[in-house]
């Protein structure tokens, strides 16, 4: 497999663009546009520029790791955050970490947007397959991945965000 390859960088109505410290503030709409997951996945209803920070340095930490920026090509606004891998260490497995818009933003196709550039782009780059979790107490997200095709094939305990339902695509 190809090391770090460039990820793509544009869909039909999104610009990507790796995060950077400069996005922390707009990214923090963002996140704490989000209350029930910043409650499942920091424990609080919002959170702040220091823990997307964190958040973004703990996912860059991974070889092979990518952390984007979702634009809209309109107008070049932040509407969401996406994080990914390579090959994550524990499984070897090339794993979508996150994908999060904005709330503003949610409904409108954008995520399913992005996962088809990401598939797209996986694809094209050898791989076969791709891998994610969703927190179980974040299970209202699953038949969005259930739709898109991916399966569940294990549920597992996570030792600070709990248990989590891990679902695969196969490409």
């Keep these: 497999m190809p090391h770090s390859p460039a990820f ?3 869909s039909k109505r999104l610009h990507f663009s790796p995060v950077t410290p400069a996005d922390f503030a707009e990214l923090l709409a963002v996140y704490n546009s989000n209350p029930d997951y ?3 996945a920091f424990g ?4 702040t520029v220091q823990e997307i920070e964190a958040d973004h ?3 860059l930490a ?10 809209e090509s309109a107008n070049g606004n932040i509407i969401g ?3 990914f891998i390579l090959c994550n260490p524990r499984d070897k497995q090339p794993w979508l970490g996150l994908i999060m818009l904005h709330s503003d933003c949610q409904g409108k196709g954008y995520a399913k947007e992005f996962l088809d550039c990401l598939i797209d782009w996986y694809r094209e780059n050898g791989y076969t397959s791709l891998h994610l979790a969703v927190l179980a107490k974040n299970s209202k997200v699953v ?6 095709g991916f399966t569940a094939y294990e549920e597992r305990e996570h030792e600070r965000l709990g248990r989590v339902i891990c679902m695969a695509y196969a490409f």
């Design 8 to 10: 793509i960088p544009s």
């Design 143 to 148: 038949p969005f991945y259930e739709k898109y």
């Design 38 to 40: 910043m409650e499942c």
């Design 44 to 47: 609080k209803r919002a959170v």
């Design 57 to 59: 340095l703990e996912n």
């Design 62 to 71: 991974l070889e092979d790791s990518y952390s984007m920026a979702l634009r």
């Design 81 to 83: 955050i996406a994080q």
